[in-house]
């Protein structure tokens, strides 16, 4: 019996160990493929495995619906962007500095994503905050729109002076503005749509 004791005692840390791990392998992971392509395709089975909590990073999301029959001109239009952005982004922190993975869900990988969202238009843009960490939200579930462009002016205005490296730095600089300028056009161009005599307009989006 002390033997038996003595044994479990000893596997606890091990298991403790091996109860974290996984939320730490998950960024690890996803930042690898990201390397070689991003914005991450996802499906209803990755989106739940990155954005289900405890999370030690950020993920933003673009929910979309792509094809022709959905009639998303949106969609087709704001994906170029996204796409630049992802990239830039990803490719100025190459070693995950900033713990943020970029995904995009398209609807026929994500029907059911859609449906527990309540989701009747797109494109849609989610961010997830960390959980856990010394970066951790209080908010568990996804920002809108506003929360995107909250979180990049924090970025831009907190987090980039910290940056060491210039060239980390100033690609950091092009990218958060990059974000915000892109997300004024998006918002924009989606009130225009429900006034049509709104007459303000950003591009990529007009």
């Known amino acids: 019996m002390h033997f038996l004791k003595t044994l479990v005692v000893s596997l606890l840390p091990i298991a403790a160990l091996g109860a974290k791990k996984p939320a730490v392998d998950n960024f690890e992971r996803y930042h690898t493929k990201s390397l070689s392509s991003t914005p991450l ?16 990073y950020s993920v933003a999301v ?10 998303c001109q949106l969609c087709r239009e704001f994906q170029p962007e996204w796409d630049l952005l992802s990239k830039g982004w990803t490719k100025g922190d190459k070693q995950g500095e900033s713990r943020l993975l970029f995904g995009t869900l398209d609807f026929m990988d994500g029907k059911a994503t859609f449906q527990s969202l309540n989701l009747q238009t797109a494109p849609v843009l989610l961010l997830f905050l960390p959980t856990v960490g010394p970066h951790a939200s209080t908010i568990n579930g996804p920002n809108r729109p506003d929360g995107l462009l909250s979180f990049a002016t924090i970025s831009l205005a907190l987090k980039v002076p910290r940056i060491a490296d210039p060239k980390i730095q100033q690609v950091a600089v092009l990218v958060w503005s990059g974000v915000i300028f892109v997300m004024y056009s998006f918002l924009l161009s989606v009130f225009r749509i429900k006034n049509g005599g709104y007459p303000f307009w950003l591009p990529p989006f007009s």
């Open 41 to 56: 395709k996802l499906d209803d089975n990755v989106y739940a495995k990155l954005t289900t909590a405890p999370r030690d």
């Open 62 to 71: 673009l929910l979309t619906a792509l094809e022709t029959r959905f009639g």
